[in-house]
């Protein structure tokens, strides 16, 4: 599927409450469809969205037109929305560290700054998601954990190799599910 046709199927679809797409492995091929298209048709298409999952652990991804995996860009118009499940690389891109380019093509956008404020479960997953080392993750947790905007959020759950660096209990959270697979974070 490409970016005009998840804009077709959902502007088809007006009342549509679960999206979830799984894409193929790298043996079927590359994933047709670019993070900022699948954002543009999402914002443009999805506000009656309560459940978005995207299942993308093994796929190739389309790069931008200018060759960079640019993330999709924000998701507060889905303001229905309460259940996300996506790779990370999908809301913050993949940074650039080509010698080639006069640095990041795109600015790595924050949780705070794209997720909706009617968020109850943000489940980061997929290899992808954990093979981007983004330098201050664990600090977009934090931002997100502390924003009183993301009062709604309940439980977010971080396919990660590393336990969360920071003091859950500080800012009424509680980290004690999490395992050597999962950073599990609720709100008590």
Same mark, same amino acid.
């Given at each position: 599927? $490409?970016?005009?046709? +998840?804009?077709?199927?959902?502007? /088809? +679809?007006?009342?549509? $409450?679960? &999206?979830?797409?799984?894409? #193929?492995?790298?043996?079927? #091929?590359?994933?047709?469809?670019?993070?900022?298209?699948?954002?543009?048709?999402?914002?443009?298409?999805? /506000? !009656? +969205?309560?459940? *978005?999952?995207?299942?993308?652990?093994?796929? *190739?991804? &389309? *790069?931008?037109?200018?060759?960079?995996?640019?993330?999709? #860009?924000?998701?507060?118009? !889905?303001?229905?929305?309460?259940?996300?499940?996506?790779? /990370?690389?999908? !809301? &913050?891109?993949?940074?650039?560290?080509?010698?080639?380019?006069? #640095?990041?093509?795109?600015?790595?956008?924050?949780?705070?700054?794209?997720?909706?404020?009617?968020?109850?479960? *943000?489940?980061? =997953?997929?290899?992808?998601?954990?093979? =981007?080392?983004?330098?201050?993750?664990?600090?977009? +947790?934090?931002?997100?954990?502390?924003?009183?905007?993301?009062?709604?959020?309940?439980?977010?759950? =971080?396919?990660?190799?590393?336990?969360?660096?920071?003091?859950a209990k500080q800012v009424g959270w509680d980290a004690s599910e999490s395992n050597k697979s999962w950073v599990v974070l609720k709100r008590v």
């Amino acid at each position: 599927m $490409e970016g005009s046709g +998840l804009a077709t199927m959902m502007s /088809a +679809l007006p009342s549509l $409450e679960v &999206l979830s797409i799984d894409c #193929g492995s790298a043996l079927v #091929g590359t994933c047709g469809i670019t993070f900022t298209e699948m954002g543009e048709a999402l914002r443009a298409h999805g /506000a !009656l +969205l309560k459940t *978005l999952i995207l299942n993308m652990e093994e796929s *190739l991804f &389309l *790069l931008d037109h200018d060759g960079v995996l640019a993330p999709m #860009g924000p998701l507060r118009a !889905l303001t229905s929305l309460r259940l996300l499940s996506i790779p /990370a690389v999908t !809301l &913050l891109g993949e940074e650039q560290d080509d010698d080639d380019s006069e #640095g990041d093509r795109f600015e790595v956008p924050r949780f705070t700054e794209v997720l909706p404020f009617s968020l109850r479960t *943000l489940n980061l =997953v997929g290899g992808r998601a954990v093979d =981007v080392d983004y330098e201050d993750f664990d600090e977009q +947790l934090w931002g997100l954990m502390s924003d009183a905007r993301f009062s709604e959020l309940k439980t977010i759950k =971080v396919n990660q190799r590393e336990s969360f660096s920071r003091d859950a209990k500080q800012v009424g959270w509680d980290a004690s599910e999490s395992n050597k697979s999962w950073v599990v974070l609720k709100r008590v």
